[in-house]
């Protein structure tokens, strides 16, 4: 474990000074002022820079730590700064949404806006990995088209994999928000009807992904775009009236 750091700490003065405290220190961490596996100072050199207590100052590492930003250790090892979990974003956008009572045509539209984006920018960016990736996918949920939650699982995937080929990490962390916070309301939709009308689903489906796929591949942007935008709004209509 790295020594501790030497960072400049200003004197708060607001009456909720531990927010100020984990402000700073939550910014200098996201400004790369302090890296991962650095120690922060001692408590009681922050209370000499800050001119605030004790209290204040385990509140604001409290709330750093409840955040991913650190990790508080027992011991002269102290908090040491962490490495930016991605889940941790994706966990509280979700808790977002959830407290708001977003209705789940709402979380739909948005993503078909960014995911249709995404799309056409797959269509730029892709590599021959992405394409490899999809191609699989695509193959397994061909295999698994009379196993709902196996077919279910692979259009995850698919719409994942395709947000990471547009190599723009927010299409990735969002796409994975929305798909977290309808999961289950999808699959009641996908699963209903008799075992024949499922696979006639999963069928269409498939067959929508991979024709998104050819003009990914392809490079055909715009083609891409318009089949997923057909394709999500079809999902929309199902949606109608729920909530998460």
Same mark, same amino acid.
């Given at each position: 474990?790295?020594?501790?750091?030497?960072?400049?700490?200003?004197?708060?003065?607001?009456?909720?000074?531990?927010?100020?405290?984990?402000?700073?220190?939550?910014?200098?961490?996201?400004?790369?002022?302090?890296?991962?596996?650095?120690?922060?100072?001692?408590?009681?050199?922050?209370?000499?820079?800050?001119?605030?207590?004790?209290?204040?100052?385990?509140?604001?590492?409290?709330?750093?730590?409840?955040?991913?930003?650190?990790?508080?250790?027992?011991?002269?090892?102290?908090?040491?700064?962490?490495?930016?979990?991605?889940?941790?974003?994706?966990?509280?956008?979700?808790?977002?949404?959830?407290?708001?009572?977003?209705?789940?045509?709402?979380?739909?539209?948005?993503?078909?806006?960014?995911?249709?984006?995404?799309?056409?920018?797959?269509?730029?960016?892709?590599?021959?990995?992405?394409?490899?990736?999809?191609?699989?996918?695509?193959?397994?949920?061909?295999?698994?088209?009379?196993?709902?939650?196996?077919?279910?699982?692979?259009?995850?995937?698919?719409?994942?994999?395709?947000?990471?080929?547009?190599?723009?990490?927010?299409?990735?962390?969002?796409?994975?928000?929305?798909?977290?916070?309808?999961?289950?309301?999808?699959?009641?939709?996908?699963?209903?009807?008799?075992? #024949?009308?499922?696979?006639?689903?999963?069928?269409?489906?498939?067959?929508?992904?991979?024709?998104?796929?050819?003009?990914?591949?392809?490079?055909?942007?715009?083609?891409? #775009?318009?089949?997923?935008?057909?394709?999500?709004?079809?999902?929309?209509?199902?949606?109608?009236?729920?909530?998460?």
């Amino acid at each position: 474990m790295k020594n501790e750091i030497q960072i400049d700490l200003q004197p708060v003065q607001t009456r909720r000074a531990s927010e100020e405290i984990y402000n700073q220190i939550r910014q200098l961490i996201l400004d790369g002022e302090i890296h991962p596996g650095e120690r922060l100072p001692s408590e009681r050199k922050m209370m000499d820079m800050m001119h605030r207590s004790r209290p204040t100052i385990r509140e604001a590492m409290r709330m750093l730590e409840r955040e991913g930003y650190i990790k508080i250790y027992s011991g002269s090892s102290g908090a040491v700064v962490q490495e930016i979990n991605v889940d941790n974003a994706v966990q509280s956008l979700e808790t977002i949404i959830q407290m708001k009572h977003m209705k789940i045509e709402e979380i739909l539209e948005f993503r078909r806006l960014t995911e249709c984006e995404a799309a056409r920018l797959a269509s730029e960016r892709r590599t021959a990995e992405d394409l490899e990736k999809m191609k699989e996918i695509l193959q397994r949920s061909e295999n698994v088209l009379g196993e709902s939650d196996a077919f279910i699982a692979c259009d995850l995937e698919f719409h994942l994999a395709l947000a990471d080929a547009s190599h723009n990490a927010m299409y990735s962390i969002m796409m994975q928000v929305c798909r977290n916070v309808i999961g289950e309301s999808l699959s009641d939709i996908l699963i209903k009807g008799t075992e #024949a009308e499922q696979k006639m689903r999963y069928q269409r489906i498939l067959d929508v992904h991979k024709e998104t796929y050819i003009a990914i591949k392809n490079q055909h942007g715009a083609e891409a #775009a318009r089949l997923l935008t057909i394709h999500l709004t079809n999902a929309e209509s199902d949606f109608v009236g729920r909530k998460y």
